[in-house]
């Protein structure tokens, strides 16, 4: 039986053990995690002038981690925030584990803030473009019923702004759909979401092409072998239709809800109004859709504008 570990870097390699061994850890996981901390026992050391053994890692000070921070932020080779939050993020796993392991706490760490990243803002594709993607599912040498099932995904995501995984947790129970859809979200929040008589057309003629019979609660939509039609699926298909159209790598099955929300923003609606049809938790979320819009707006005044 190993003995126990009296030192930090000794707790640090019996941490990634349990990583690989009890977690299942990647190895590039394990790889990333263990960098990070090593690197933050290095700094730490000088630091603090001393060896840590275990006894230290429990008076690790807020002042003591944000010195590290800023240290990474810093130096001829500072990284990115993004970077730095992923390194405070394994540097609190580490702790969490020799608080529960080791008993080893250290409240310190609840002190500390990552830095603030920016939010990206949504790169949804355009009105012509998604009308294309979905004409463009139709140009295949595949089954008639497989044609009319990307087609039917691809209008159920533009026409009603949902989630992949939201539209493809359909059942054959909700078809023929309505004028209106109940669709459960993220956190298991509902919402009603109309339905556009293009959407329930080309549900409709999938579901009259589709081969077999489906069990009222069996998935709607199906793979070849008559599996469930897997995000997988659907990304495979947007990852051809845009090679065959020239678009840009962001047009993802999640575009399509993003050109949602956006082409209804530049038609007029409010975000109140889009942030329920979304299914949004908070506002600030939908107000993302804004800054897109704008966007769009300039770049038509500078294409239309004589003195653009």
Known sequence: MNAAPTTAREALAAWLDYLVNERRASPRTVRAYGDAVLAYLGFLEPHRGETLNLAAMSDISAGDVRAYLAHRRGGDHPLAPRSVSQALSAIRAYHRWLDRRLATPN?????????????????????????????????????????????????????????ISEALSL???????GETIRITGKGGKTRLVPVLPAVREAIDAYLSALPFGLAPDEPLFRAVRGGAYSPRHAQALMQTLRGRLGL????????????????????GADLRSIQELLGHASLSTTQRYTAVDAAGLLAVYAKAHPHA
């Not at 594709?125 to 140009?139: C, F, H, K, W, Y």
């Not at 040498?141 to 990307?150: F, G, H, L, M």
């Not at 099955?253 to 923003?265: D, E, I, K, N, W």
């Open 107 to 163: 409240a310190a760490l609840g002190l500390v803030r990552g830095p603030k990243l920016p939010r990206g803002v949504p790169r949804p594709v355009s009105e012509d473009q998604a009308r294309a993607l979905i004409n463009d599912a139709g140009v295949s040498d595949r089954e008639d019923w497989e044609i009319a099932r990307d087609e039917a995904v691809l209008t159920l995501l533009w026409g009603c702004g949902l989630r």
């Open 171 to 177: 059942t054959r129970a909700d078809a023929p759909l």
């Open 248 to 267: 840009p790598a962001s047009a993802t099955p999640h575009a399509l809800r993003h050109s949602f929300a956006t082409h209804l923003l530049g038609a």
